[in-house]
């Protein structure tokens, strides 16, 4: 029981949130998600208590609410209540409506909010992996329904946006510059002797946590400084990554010094431990900074 009340909460959600942003495209405006799925929770628990059933967001009643220029609650507030009128009281008189006319209505309001120029052009112009998760989610609305197209397309797009992540993601190591090569080139970092600077660029997640076991070091490097700036969050995979790199450099009797290590990548080496194994001290603000405590272990080793 537990399992379908959360599939069914999922899914109402992501209908109800679709629908948002069918009327988004029909209006050019933007929804509140967080205030959407508020009053659908609300209204879904308060309807429990008069023998209701879990409700969601209409698409094909939005587009038409939106077509006749609905544009703010007070015309979803109308509807509902003639939505009401309609089932109490004037049902007889809507039983002979001719089936051919609501045929027609619906025909036209499909069309409306299908929005097939839109598809043109995103299968023009985008990349083709998203080429492919639209195509496939519109094929299997069609041939089966709305809730697995949706369930297939959010896998589809979860794992393409964890390759982009993972492609994304980089450590490549300073190279040395000699300035009598280039004169004109741009103004360089100098580092002491046995000092190897790594920068890693991107999130780190388990998709690409294998990268940092391309940080190498010869057998005169001494001190190797990592710099993080560019690493917005840290999984536990690419942790683990980095713990194994570490002990990497404690048995060559390699200090590791890490440069500008940002809030979440910091918060998750602070709680496996991480920093109390490496040192405080070896976490610095500043490559400048780091660069500078690098000369200092190399003094104190010498």
């Not at 508020?38 to 008069?50: E, K, L, R, T, W």
């Not at 741009?186 to 190897?196: A, F, G, I, M």
């Not at 602070?270 to 610095?284: A, H, L, M, P, Y």
Request: some cysteine; overall charge negative; charged content about 20%.
């Amino acid at each position: 029981m537990t399992a379908d009340t959360f599939t069914i909460a999922v899914l109402a959600a992501i209908e109800s949130l679709l629908s948002c942003v069918v009327a988004d495209g029909m209006i050019n405006s933007h929804h509140r998600s967080n205030m959407e799925l508020i009053a659908q929770g609300v209204g879904n628990i308060g309807s429990a208590f008069f023998g209701g059933i879990p409700a969601t967001g209409a698409i094909a009643r939005t587009a038409a609410n939106v077509k006749n220029g609905g544009r703010t609650p007070v015309a979803g507030i109308t509807h509902a209540i003639v939505l009401v009128l309609v089932l109490v009281l004037l049902m007889p008189y809507a039983g002979l409506i001719p089936m051919p006319t609501i045929a027609a209505i619906l025909f036209m309001v499909a069309y409306n909010m299908c929005q097939w120029r839109t598809f043109v052009h995103l299968c023009r112009t985008a990349p083709k992996s998203d080429i492919l998760v639209l195509v496939v989610t519109f094929m299997l609305t069609v041939v089966f329904d709305l809730v697995v197209a949706i369930e297939v397309g959010m896998l589809m797009a979860v794992v393409l946006f964890m390759k982009r992540m993972s492609d994304e993601s980089k450590v490549s190591g300073w190279k040395y510059y000699d300035p009598d090569e280039d004169p004109d080139g741009p103004e360089l970092k100098v580092l002491p002797k046995h000092v190897l600077v790594y920068e890693i660029s991107g999130p780190m997640f388990f998709g690409d946590a294998d990268r940092l076991a391309s940080v190498s070091f010869k057998d005169t490097t001494k001190v190797i400084i990592i710099r993080m700036r560019g690493v917005p969050a840290l999984d536990a995979t690419a942790m683990h990554a980095m713990e194994q790199l570490y002990d990497r450099c404690k048995e060559s009797n390699i200090q590791l010094v890490f440069s500008h290590v940002n809030e979440q990548p910091r918060h998750t080496m602070e709680k496996s431990g991480f920093i109390e194994k490496v040192g405080q001290d070896n976490f610095r603000p500043h490559i400048d900074d780091a660069i500078a405590w690098a000369e200092q272990l190399m003094k104190a080793g010498a």
